[in-house]
Nanobody
Framework: QVQLVESGGGSVQAGGSLRLSCAAS????????MAWFRQAPGKEREGVAT???????VYADSVKGRFTISRDNAKNTMYLQMNGLKTEDTAMYYC????????????????????WGQGTQVTVSS
């Protein structure tokens, strides 16, 4: 049973920072490609960043230069360091995973990822 658990969300003022974590269990972590998504009220789920099995990364244009995705295979954990937060970054953030041989990568399409966490809320105030 694949399980993903996010943590680290919270409330912060614009310009501040947060670090999200995604702890994984139930499978060989090094064989999965991981990603962060977010969904604001009334909007579609949006891909934020993805990281491959060799730690290659791809970012959405909206977060380039501000967010950094990383993974620690020894700890089965993925991170999202968010700096320079803006009010438009307010959303529920989800981590997601896909098997490395399941479809193409890199991708920020939600439909490509088969495993999801429950989400952690990030609220940025002005």
């Amino acid at each position: 049973q694949v399980q993903l658990v996010e943590s680290g969300g919270g409330s912060v003022q614009a310009g501040g920072s947060l670090r999200l974590s995604c702890a994984a269990s139930g499978y060989t972590y090094s064989n999965v490609q991981m990603a962060w998504f977010r969904q604001a009220p009334g909007k579609e789920r949006e891909g934020v960043a993805t990281i491959g099995t060799t730690s290659s990364t791809v970012y959405a244009d909206s977060v380039k230069g501000r967010f950094t995705i990383s993974r620690d295979n020894a700890k089965n954990t993925m991170y999202l360091q968010m700096n320079g937060l803006k009010t438009e970054d307010t959303a529920m953030y989800y981590c997601a995973a896909k098997w490395r041989f399941s479809g193409r990568w890199p991708t920020l399409a939600a439909g490509a990822y088969g495993f999801w966490g429950q989400g952690t809320q990030v609220t940025v105030s002005s």
